[in-house]
T-cell receptor, first 114, second 114 residues
Framework: EPEVTQTPSHQVTQMGQEVILRCVPISNHLYFYWYRQILGQKVEFLVSFYNNEISEKSEIFDDQFSVERPDGSNFTLKIRSTKLEDSAMYFC????????????FGNGTRLTVT | AQSVTQLDSHVSVSEGTPVLLRCNYSSSYSPSLFWYVQHPNKGLQLLLKYTSAATLVKGINGFEAEFKKSETSFHLTKPSAHMSDAAEYFCVVSDQAGYSTLTFGKGTMLLVSP
């Protein structure tokens, strides 16, 4: 069964550094998402992406965050200047359509900001 | 706005006994509801989904959930627990209009003892 793959599985970075989290969605999917889960808290929606544009974003997704689909397969989340509170598990997801098509999640990238 | 309340942070059962994981939701629209499972160091896997068809929804691995509008509930059940069911379970709600914004519950950790 096709899977969403995320790399790296763990990332440690220093405060103020830029990080890029990478995702390869399922190949025929058109909608892409990032969610995050801070330790001990709920999984939270960050952003959705379709047709090379952000279609929806949450309050969490401020100017420090950006997403990009640089080629036909990768979908990236960039955090420009990491803060301690960015430490979380970041999940990428994709779906074939927006309606009646469930999200398929990757295994996540655990980001630790020191 | 939608919200989800998972009533138990931890549920402990013995192998072979029934499982009940409780979920109540709040939504301004006719909701789509999901249960996702997360095994250690794995991604979020879709167990089952409700999208306004049959109120009793069957999922993978013998799990099922019943949508009860009058009680605003979507409890997850399984007749007989297996050791491999030990994981964290998330009840999730989305607007009917689309799936891009999923609202997660805080999760219920299911512990299964021999």
């Amino acid at each position: 069964e096709p899977e969403v793959t995320q790399t790296p599985s763990h990332q440690v970075t220093q405060m103020g550094q830029e990080v890029i989290l990478r995702c390869v969605p399922i190949s025929n999917h058109l909608y892409f998402y990032w969610y995050r889960q801070i330790l001990g808290q709920k999984v939270e929606f960050l952003v959705s992406f379709y047709n090379n544009e952000i279609s929806e974003k949450s309050e969490i997704f401020d100017d420090q965050f950006s997403v990009e689909r640089p080629d036909g397969s990768n979908f990236t989340l960039k955090i420009r200047s990491t803060k301690l509170e960015d430490s979380a598990m970041y999940f990428c997801a994709s779906s074939a359509s927006q309606i009646n098509s469930p999200l398929h999640f990757g295994n996540g990238t655990r980001l630790t900001v020191t | 706005a939608q919200s989800v309340t998972q009533l138990d942070s931890h549920v402990s059962v013995s192998e072979g006994t029934p499982v009940l994981l409780r979920c109540n939701y709040s939504s301004s629209y006719s909701p789509s509801l999901f249960w996702y499972v997360q095994h250690p160091n794995k991604g979020l896997q879709l167990l089952l989904k409700y999208t306004s068809a049959a109120t009793l929804v069957k999922g993978i691995n013998g799990f099922e959930a019943e949508f009860k509008k009058s009680e605003t509930s979507f409890h997850l059940t399984k007749p007989s627990a297996h050791m491999s069911d030990a994981a964290e379970y998330f009840c999730v709600v989305s607007d009917q209009a689309g799936y891009s914004t999923l609202t997660f519950g805080k999760g219920t950790m299911l512990l299964v003892s021999p």
